[in-house]
């Protein structure tokens, strides 16, 4: 029998939640796409929302933080030729860029396998030793060699580290002044499926603007299918498969393959402002000690494809977390004390495209990150049914792992380690952001935990769609759960620590008080 958590101190309004997943997901909202007619009724949704219950302004005196980005759309009719091997867009590789320009070309640039691009000095691991990739085009595996190898002495053996995710891929080879990275997808070490890759690069993306107009970024940003290497590989007179398994051990060297890549990248820019928007209970003793407890608002948006309109609702990913955000404000600001630190209500803009609000928020937060308690995250809740059970996303990380431990055991709960841990998605929603700059954080996300069906069928697909026959039993459990861990920090004198060592808790050390 499940736990009640009827006698909790935090009410869960059904009706209300039903109703801002309903508005947030609907087709009026067109899935909610940064710098789009979506944006605009998001954000004056929740501005609104937060002026009904009271809150104050989360930026000084606006609910508004204005985060200029650059609006990319890439046109689709390209072709990807790798000597005489031509591959077309979308269903045999994807590619994009965050350069912020109108054209981007490969032209017979030298084409170098250099296993899983990474670079990692604590693990005595560096794909790119002694090689020169200046001007290059690189094909890098996906995830890393612990999971490959499934040997726990090998990095963090299945648990994907951070080394395994594209975005850091895309990053490194940059640094190694690489022109172009094209990532192998394989369904099992990515954690989702093609169209996943398909749909998430083949329309419209976000990003933030430097000064020198990302010239620092990579240049294409790329997917290959997995059998689309095959046929490089084969081209070069290689074996893929005995490459990848080479490439999983500390011995590998990068092997160029002697073939030339020639790809053409057109882009349609809009620079444009996007919105992170927050709401502020402030604090009384502890007045300038923040708590952050946060959503991302921003989904895949609206596209047209063979003619016809696609929206991405994203009802579960995100809607739900954003509603369930909602409540909690709704909650805190009803009590009779106020808190005694301030807790900052947030969502953030563009997470899907590469949690671009929160980089800008971590870089430029209201208050300096040294004041900033802790950082919980909702990426997706349980709609259906309770469990007795709530996920912990990484293991001996940070002290907040005692809060959940305690939230839950007075629930009636245990404490379920994460059951997919080769998906790397501790690095993959907002609170990575704010950890990269010290602050600890907690994620909660249900996505297919509940549903097996979800990841296959609905994750950044169009099904994602909101239902009123959900049960909502997971988001009523969960929301008590992270009311108590809330209510402790936003009342005691604690400042939760890093336990394992990481750039992370060498960030916060910087900012000791």
Do not use: C
């Amino acid at each position: 029998m499940l736990p009640s958590v009827d006698a909790a101190p935090f009410q869960f309004d059904q009706k209300i939640y039903h109703e801002d997943v309903k508005t947030l997901a609907s087709d009026e909202f067109e899935g909610r796409g940064p710098l789009s007619k979506g944006e605009k009724l998001t954000v004056e949704y929740l501005e609104n929302a937060y002026k009904a219950m009271g809150l104050e302004p989360g930026f000084g005196d606006s609910y508004r933080q204005a985060v200029p980005m650059a609006k990319i759309t890439a046109d689709q009719n390209m072709q990807l030729k790798i000597d005489d091997l031509v591959f077309n867009n979308g269903s045999d590789f994807t590619a994009r860029t965050e350069q912020v320009l109108p054209q981007l070309a490969l032209n017979n640039s030298d084409v170098v396998f250099v296993g899983y691009g990474i670079n990692a000095p604590e693990y005595q691991w560096n794909d790119y030793a002694n090689l020169d990739v200046q001007g290059k085009t690189v094909i890098i595996l996906v995830n890393d060699p612990g999971f490959a190898t499934q040997d726990p002495s090998i990095f963090k053996g299945n648990a994907m580290t951070y080394y395994g995710r594209w975005t850091y891929k895309y990053e490194e080879a940059a640094r190694q002044g690489a022109k172009a990275v094209f990532i192998v997808h394989e369904t099992a070490p990515a954690a989702y499926g093609w169209n996943v890759v398909q749909n998430s690069n083949t329309n419209t993306k976000y990003t933030l603007v430097d000064e020198d107009k990302n010239q620092s970024y990579i240049g294409v940003m790329g997917w290959i299918q997995h059998d689309v290497a095959k046929q490089i590989f084969k081209a070069a007179n290689l074996d893929f498969d005995k490459l990848k398994d080479t490439a999983a051990k500390p011995s590998f060297n990068a092997i160029p393959l002697n073939l030339k890549a020639n790809l053409s990248v057109k882009n349609d820019i809009e620079l444009a402002t996007s919105y992170n928007v927050a709401g502020l209970i402030p604090g009384t003793s502890q007045g300038d000690e923040y708590l952050v407890m946060h959503a991302h608002w921003d989904h895949l948006g609206k596209t047209i494809k063979d003619g016809k309109s696609h929206i991405y609702n994203g009802a579960v990913d995100n809607a739900s977390g954003v509603a369930g955000v909602m409540q909690l404000a709704r909650h805190f600001k009803q009590q009779k004390l106020a808190p005694k630190r301030a807790i900052l209500f947030t969502a953030f803009t563009a997470e899907e495209t590469g949690l671009i609000g929160a980089q800008y928020f971590a870089a430029h937060p209201p208050v300096p990150t040294k004041q900033i308690v802790s950082f919980l995250n909702i990426d997706g809740m349980n709609v259906g049914k309770g469990v007795d059970y709530i996920l912990r996303y990484g293991e001996n990380v940070s002290e907040l792992e005692t809060y959940l431990d305690n939230a839950a055991k007075a629930q009636g709960r245990s404490v379920k380690a994460d059951p997919r841990p080769q998906n790397g998605l501790m690095f993959r929603s907002d609170h990575f952001a704010l950890a990269k700059q010290g602050v600890p954080g907690l994620m909660f996300m249900s996505l297919g935990d509940t549903d097996p069906e979800y990841i296959s069928h609905k994750y950044h697909q169009t099904a994602d769609d909101y239902n009123p026959n959900w049960d909502l039993g997971g988001v009523k459990q969960d929301l008590a759960l992270i009311s108590d861990i809330i209510e402790k920090l936003a009342n005691n004198d604690d400042w939760p620590k890093w336990i394992e060592e990481s750039d992370f808790k060498k960030r916060r050390a910087e900012d000791a008080r």
